[in-house]
């Protein structure tokens, strides 16, 4: 499964903006953005004006960095967002939003979506009682993502089921800490989703 597996913080400083690409590391003085706010690169410091084109690229740029989709699917998820009903760019942030590895984060058994892919790619999680091993799998209003029983008994998990009653999901989810499991209780709206991207900028991009 391709992925990108370059330096994450140099996507937050790339757009001069934290991503929260690290989970906590992202809330500490450690954080790139915190320390070196120019863009990467010998010419980072430089200022530049940017192109409308630019601003467009630079958007779609951040929410794939944000979710961690190459381009192949990030192209494929708005295809299917334009044949919904409604507007693309809300359509296409609730097909990102409702990928499983975004939920198991979502849900807090990550902290952060790139550890959230890695725990579905190795079978960790379940979906509807069954072993689902496809990050860019799409739940549903009703289903139920929950940590396998074998899962359950890895010193990760069981960190993780100690601070869980501490954390907070969006009103579109409904976590059980006690058993691991999160249900998807309805589609998100355009509300719920916290995600700092102009979804109609992306859009226009695709639509030159």
Excluded at 94 to 120: I, M, P, S, W
Aim: glycine share 6%; net charge positive.
């Amino acid at each position: 499964m391709a992925r990108y597996t370059g330096p994450l913080c140099r996507l937050c400083r790339r757009q001069g903006m934290k991503l929260f690409l690290k989970g906590e590391r992202c809330f500490t003085p450690k954080c790139a953005v915190e320390r070196r706010p120019t863009p990467p690169g010998d010419h980072g410091q430089r200022r530049r004006k940017i192109s409308e084109y630019g601003e467009h690229l630079k958007e779609k740029q951040k929410a794939r960095a944000i979710y961690g989709v190459l381009e192949r699917q990030f192209r494929k998820h708005f295809e299917e967002a334009k044949r919904q009903p409604g507007a693309t760019g809300e359509n296409l942030l609730k097909l990102l939003e409702t990928r499983l590895d975004n939920v198991v984060y979502r849900l807090g058994f990550a902290d952060n979506r790139n550890q959230a892919r890695q725990l579905v790619t190795h079978g960790h999680l379940d979906l509807n009682g069954r072993r689902t091993d496809i990050p860019s799998a799409l739940v549903r209003s009703g289903d139920v993502v929950s940590v396998s029983s074998r899962a359950r008994e890895t010193e990760y998990f069981k960190i993780v089921a100690e601070t869980l009653a501490k954390k907070s999901v969006p009103r579109w989810l409904e976590l059980d800490p006690t058993q691991l499991s999160g249900r998807i209780v309805s589609p998100p709206s355009r509300e719920d989703i916290e995600t700092n991207v102009n979804e109609q900028l992306i859009v226009e991009f695709y639509s030159r």
